[in-house]
């Protein structure tokens, strides 16, 4: 590796909430056991060396006033998507700055929706789509997804065309890699859920955050490239803060190639007169979007990989009754512990607070609509991963004999 992927940062008093929160009321870490940060969706790592370069020269000019766009922020994006994704025709004029992914989907729905209509979303979701869609008036209708004989998530395409003709649905917000199940989905796929989307006249909300965090063999399909109206009938979102750690810098982006939408889309995000782009965050971009930030991706990638088979496996082979699913892309990791929870007589907050006690810092998943699930980050160097196993195998998932 030419990168480092295995120090292990103290980021303490470094203003991260990965290291300092606790997403669990009431419950700390018992005396004698250190923090592993495993639940907010936050790497780590330290970033590709390129962002904090490119950044630092920025910093070294005194003025930090008023500014436009670079046009070196718009080849950049134009470079990135091509090379990654294969996306063929992107222009400066299709690309719009947000200053985060879920305020995106909340400008997008508000062009394509009146407060109290529908929305669909596939389960588990997104618990960041739940607070954001209801807090701004939409009734969201989940489509769950469902496992095939091989343990993979797949859309119930019947259950969607069922909603769709059935509930009067004028959008859906699509997650592409999706969060939490970690689904990258086929091409095949993603073309019959935009044919559905199309048939009932439904426009396209694709959170694609996660496209630049694929795993193996697999291969991301940006939705708008399936079908001419898929491209004029979605408007995606893409940032590289899930793929590079800059989540604190703040800065998205949307792809809009549907003219109408677009001006709507624009207008809608302009209304709170907040969203404007930051200048270093703007360069932290430039840096990330560069050929050295494209080498450290995919040594990330492998890395993430490799943590996520080691994960799995110790899971599968050590904690009887815990069911996780092999992510095809993200660092996210989704347990049920259903099974688990049955045979040995505990509920899934019990199961909860003992990891956290142990320290092992990870999240509930029945906000994710996952009813006796955990949400759980492997972005870490593989010796914490190591030791966060060897704890839940020790003061958590110990059989009751």
């Known amino acids: ?39 907010v969706a936050d790497m780590n790592f330290a970033t590709a060396p390129s962002i904090p370069r490119k950044i630092a020269e920025r910093v070294a000019h005194p003025l930090y006033g ?3 766009p670079r046009e070196e922020y718009y ?17 400066k004029e299709c690309i ?39 807090n701004n008036g939409y009734d969201i209708v989940h ?35 999706h969060n939490p199940c970690g689904r990258v989905w086929e091409r095949w796929e993603v073309e019959r859920a935009m044919e559905l989307f199309e ?5 396209v909300v694709a959170d694609e955050i996660w496209s630049d965090i694929i795993l193996g063999e697999n291969t991301h399909i940006p939705v708008q490239s399936v079908s001419e109206d898929a491209r004029m009938r979605t408007v995606a979102l893409y940032a590289p803060t899930k793929t590079f750690n800059l989540a604190g ?40 979007y560069s050929e050295e930030g494209m080498e450290w991706a995919d040594e990330l990638c492998l890395v993430l990989g490799e943590n996520v088979e080691y994960a799995c496996r110790y899971i599968r082979e050590n904690f009887p009754g815990v069911e996780v699913g092999t992510p095809q892309g993200t660092y996210m990791l989704l347990l049920d512990c259903s099974e688990w929870c049955r045979r040995n007589g505990k509920t899934i907050d019990e199961v909860q607070r ?19 699930g955990i949400r759980l980050n492997v972005a870490l160097p593989k010796a914490l991963l190591m030791e966060a196993m060897d704890r839940l195998s020790k003061y958590v998932f110990v059989p009751i004999s």
């Open 249 to 288: 810098l703040i800065g998205s982006y949307h792809i809009i190639y549907n003219p109408w939408i677009r001006d709507r889309v624009m207008k809608e995000s302009s209304l709170s007169h907040y969203n404007s782009m930051n200048v270093l965050s703007m360069y932290a971009l430039i840096g990330a």
């Open 75 to 91: 080849d950049a994006i134009i470079r990135w998507q091509e090379k990654r994704h294969g996306v063929q025709g992107l222009t």
């Open 1 to 39: 590796m030419k990168y480092n992927f295995t120090d292990i940062i103290d980021r303490g008093d470094k203003d991260a909430i990965a290291a300092s929160v606790i997403p669990f009321r009431d419950v700390q870490v018992k005396e004698g056991f250190s923090r592993l940060p495993m639940w």
């Open 354 to 372: 003992a990891g956290v006690e142990a320290g092992v810092i990870w999240q509930d998943g029945r906000p994710f609509h996952s009813p006796c």
């Open 66 to 68: 008023y500014f436009e």
């Open 199 to 203: 048939k009932y006249h439904v426009y």
């Open 143 to 177: 489509s769950p997804l469902r496992k095939d004989e091989d343990g993979i998530w797949r859309m119930d395409f019947e259950d969607m065309e069922s909603k769709l003709r059935e509930q009067n649905i004028h959008a859906a917000v699509f997650c592409s890699p």
């Open 96 to 134: 719009g700055y947000e200053n985060g992914v879920l305020g995106g989907v909340i400008s997008a729905l508000n062009v394509f929706c009146s407060r109290g209509d529908k929305v669909m979303l596939h389960s588990p979701t997104y618990v960041g789509f739940t607070g954001s869609i209801e």
